[in-house]
């Protein structure tokens, strides 16, 4: 149902005040663009117009200056002449006493000519020795004459006639014009001095403080004028009190460069600009050049600026009012239809769906319409699929074997799906609508009201263990997801609690806990030394371990790192290996390496590492052995097995010679005793073909016995011969195939087979890896056995087969000939061994044993198995198979 109440959005204005607010804002930002850009363009006309009248003022001084001085030169020149007579006239007078000065005769010129002048001699030390004015005598010339600066002038001293341009005294206000001239033998200066009245009344006339107060009189800016002389002499000023001369280091900077000077008199906020006037006099002597002091005060143009910005900022308040009158009645008309779309969304906010929103002028707003009306629907949509998917979450609720419980803030229940009524014993109707909660072996509400208080806004879900008791009593552990909902203000409304029983879990976790402690128990008792790393810093160091690395009792590697323990040079490669394990590389899980002692000393250690499983994470288990010792013996041996190799290899030299010294025997035996059997048994051939009819009978038998005994030595010659080089031959073992070399020998005696109708049997072997020449030369000498001692049989067989045992191929020879005592079966392999008459059975009792030694050679075995008058079986192995 709507609620008939307005909600309120505390610290909300209306949208009308905000856009009157805006554009407020942006007509302030108009105006006072208007307003700056205004006043800068008056106030830098202003600054234009101001330096115009300046640069206007500063010319105008600078001519009435130069006409002033022009002028005062016109009246000035009227007195020259007789300034030159009298100076003439002293110099004459001078000559004429003998280059000295009669007392009184100056005054005499004066009175001569008429003149209001002064007569004065003034000697090479500037002291006034004779003058027409008695009180000047013995005074220095540079302190009378103010225009006279330095006595040593070169100007002053040359012969021509020296004018000084007319000079005012400001302390007397006399004006007085000053002429120099040597005189001939150069020791004294003439001076001659005019003072006249009339040259006050043309200075007067000519007045420079009057012209400059008129000047300035159009400038509001500049305050005074002041006037000096190019030595830096006060002249005049637009002030009536006494001045001061200029200042020597302005002096120095302005008469040195000649040119024109502005400084700032920071202490009173006033600028002084100093103008260099050059009059461009030549024909006297000196300058009178005048320096021209500007005061301004730039406080009287910005009182004048201000003013400006004053009256600029008033007119932008006046249009700022005008302009505010006119925008509320505006803002008021467009936000009217905004309001009105406003009202009526804020009644279907309130609950009322069906309402409509009506008609408004603007396209803008009438899309708005629209898109509202439109999300109206899907809302109603929307509330529709919440209420079908909130009737299947319950569904899915009910189903799930989680305790699953919501409560309002006061406790009371709301919910309690299936599993949660059927864990507490309790029907649905027992629970909701009622402040049900499991018991606990504290206070219950207690902690529901600690739950409520955990809860915030900002922190809206807590996960809790609690214990619980059941409807039989037993205490159960519990594991809950506690979530809250809150209000708009922030208010809780709602808890949620979906709980798990853990008890199952806690148990098994309180059992690892007691494993871990009874592990821990061994790991401290044991004599292995043992470290559980993490990080490579050590967590845990049994005494045993502790004990290795040198610490006392009650000391402990624990909290260092494991590389502290380990050398420089050899810490790179382990760090190297524990970063390659910690990122799942394989590694090898044990090492040896050097380890350092608390104290210094090192020793060598096996690591052995494994990765392990605590309740607080994982870690790296680590058992280190001092195995010192091991090394030690391992350097022993190794230098004991360098001792017996250098014995091998002199062994090795030693039996080279001797296979040497066997061959060239070897090469004798067949040489040195072939030769001599060859020659009896060639005699005695020739004995029985040649003299056969001459010999006795008895001489034949012998012949024939000689020629026979000589053949068996050398039959026992060349089997001597290779026994001697199957021990000195290298093998060449191939992959053969043992049916294909047992055919090859049968073809070799396939004459005596066929003759004596042997039969031979060969069954299916498997190959092996052996030199194919050497096994031929086994089966050759077996097959010879076996034809030799089956001759007398009826029906002689041989045959060939294998079969295995022990993991190795065993290959056999099977006869059916005379066979023998197995008494005898141990000497049956040794050289020059014969079980048999040798008239009955040919042979030189060596063929067994190079079949011996080439097994052997092989690494494998040969053994027999016979029987009197049954016959007898070779049994032989090839050693192992490579690989």
């Not at 020296?162 to 033998?185: M, N, W, Y």
């Not at 190959?767 to 030799?788: E, G, R």
Request: charged letters at 25%; glycine letters at 6%.
């Amino acid at each position: 149902m709507a609620s008939s109440q307005s909600r309120k959005f505390p610290g909300n204005l209306p949208f009308s005040y905000y856009l009157l607010g805006v554009l407020c804002l942006l007509i302030i930002c108009i105006i006072f663009s208007i307003i700056m850009v205004n006043s800068q363009g008056s106030v830098e006309n202003q600054k234009r117009q101001q330096q115009m009248t300046m640069d206007q003022t500063e010319d105008e001084i600078i001519r009435t200056i130069t006409l002033i001085d022009s002028g005062r030169k016109l009246g000035e020149e009227a007195y020259y002449p007789s300034m030159v007579s009298v100076t003439d006239e002293a110099l004459l007078l001078y000559q004429s006493g003998g280059s000295r000065i009669r007392p009184g005769s100056l005054e005499e010129i004066l009175n001569q000519t008429g003149s209001q002048m002064d007569i004065s001699f003034v000697n090479r030390r500037g002291i006034i020795e004779s003058s027409t004015r008695p009180n000047l005598e013995g005074k220095n010339a540079s302190q009378v004459f103010a225009l006279i600066s330095q006595l040593d002038e070169p100007d002053l001293w040359n012969d021509s006639f020296t004018l000084k341009r007319a000079f005012r005294d400001h302390d007397s206000g006399e004006v007085s014009i000053t002429s120099t001239k040597p005189t001939q033998d150069k020791n004294f200066l003439v001076f001659v001095t005019l003072t006249n009245p009339q040259l006050i009344r043309d200075w007067e006339i000519l007045n420079y403080s009057r012209s400059m107060k008129e000047i300035i009189s159009s400038h509001p800016a500049i305050i005074n004028v002041q006037l000096f002389s190019s030595d830096g002499k006060f002249i005049a000023g637009t002030k009536n009190q006494t001045q001061d001369d200029l200042k020597q280091d302005v002096f120095r900077k302005i008469v040195g460069t000649k040119s024109n000077l502005d400084i700032e008199i920071k202490d009173k906020g006033l600028t002084s600009r100093y103008l260099y006037i050059d009059l461009g006099e030549t024909e006297y002597s000196g300058t009178r050049d005048v320096i021209a002091e500007i005061t301004l005060d730039p406080g009287r143009s910005a009182g004048h600026f201000q003013s400006l910005w004053v009256s600029n900022i008033l007119a932008g308040i006046v249009l700022f009012i005008l302009s505010v009158l006119v925008l509320i009645p505006l803002v008021h008309a467009l936000t009217h239809p905004l309001r009105q779309i406003t009202d009526d969304v804020d009644t279907i906010a309130r609950g009322d769906l069906e309402h409509p929103i009506r008609d408004t002028q603007g396209r803008e707003l009438s899309i708005l319409k629209e898109s509202i009306s439109s999300m109206v629907d899907t809302l109603r949509a929307t509330i529709h699929n919440l209420r079908e998917s909130e009737d299947l979450y319950r569904e899915v609720v009910e189903s799930q074997n989680e305790l699953i419980c919501r409560r309002t803030s006061d406790g009371t229940c709301i919910f309690a799906n299936a599993a949660f009524c059927r864990y507490y014993k309790k029907t649905c109707d027992e629970i909701i609508g009622k402040k049900f909660f499991p018991e606990t072996p504290g206070n219950t509400e207690s902690l529901h009201a600690q739950i409520i208080h955990m809860l915030s806004p900002e922190k809206p879900s807590l996960h809790l263990h609690h214990r619980v008791i059941v409807h039989n009593g037993i205490v159960r552990w519990h594991s809950c997801q506690v979530r809250g909902f809150f209000s708009i203000d922030g208010t809780l409304t709602e808890t949620q609690e979906v709980c798990q029983d853990i008890s199952e879990r806690i148990e098994f976790e309180n059992a690892l806990k007691e494993s871990e402690g009874r592990f821990r128990n061994l790991i401290e008792k044991s004599p292995i030394n043992i470290a559980i790393l993490r990080a490579g810093e050590i967590v845990y160091a049994n005494p045993a371990l502790g004990s290795l690395l040198g610490y006392e009792a009650d000391g402990s590697p624990v909290g260092s790192s494991f590389l502290t323990f380990i050398p420089e040079e050899q810490r790179k490669t382990l760090a190297e290996r524990n970063s390659m394990r910690n990122a799942g590389a394989p590694v090898p899980n044990e090492y040896e390496t050097l380890v350092t002692r608390i104290d210094g000393s090192m020793f060598h250690c096996h690591v052995l590492v494994s990765e392990i499983e605590l309740s607080d994470g994982p870690a790296t288990i680590a058992y280190l052995t001092d195995i010192t010792r091991r090394k030690v013996a391992e350097e022993e041996v190794s230098t004991l097995y360098a001792d017996m190799e250098q014995k091998v290899r002199v062994r090795t030299a030693e039996l080279s010679r001797a296979n040497k010294e066997l061959e060239s025997f070897s090469y004798s035996v067949s040489h040195d005793l072939k030769s001599p059997l060859r020659a009896i048994d060639g005699y005695s051939s020739i004995l029985s073909q040649k003299y056969a009819a001459q010999l006795p009978d008895d001489a034949k038998i012998y012949l024939t016995k000689i020629r026979q005994n000589t053949l068996y030595m050398a039959d026992l010659i060349n089997d001597v011969l290779e026994l001697s080089r199957i021990g000195r031959v290298s093998l060449k073992k191939e992959h053969i195939d043992i049916g294909k070399i047992v055919r090859e020998v049968i073809d070799e005696f396939s004459s005596d087979i066929t003759d004596r109708n042997v039969s031979v049997k060969i069954a299916q072997m498997p190959p092996c890896a052996a030199d194919p020449l050497l096994v031929h030369l086994v089966y050759s000498n077996l097959i010879s056995n076996a034809l030799k001692f089956s001759r007398n049989r009826a029906h002689p067989l041989i045959e060939f087969g294998s079969y295995s045992k022990d993991g190795q191929v065993v290959y056999f020879v099977k006869d059916n000939g005379i066979g023998f005592d197995m008494k005898y079966a141990d000497t049956l392999f040794k050289v020059f061994t014969r079980l048999h008459n040798t008239a009955e059975y040919e042979g030189t009792g060596i063929g067994l044993a190079i079949v011996s030694r080439i097994i052997e050679k092989h690494g494998g075995k040969i053994w027999v198995d016979a029987e009197p008058g049954v016959g007898a079986t070779f049994f032989f192995t090839f050693g192992p198979e490579p690989g």
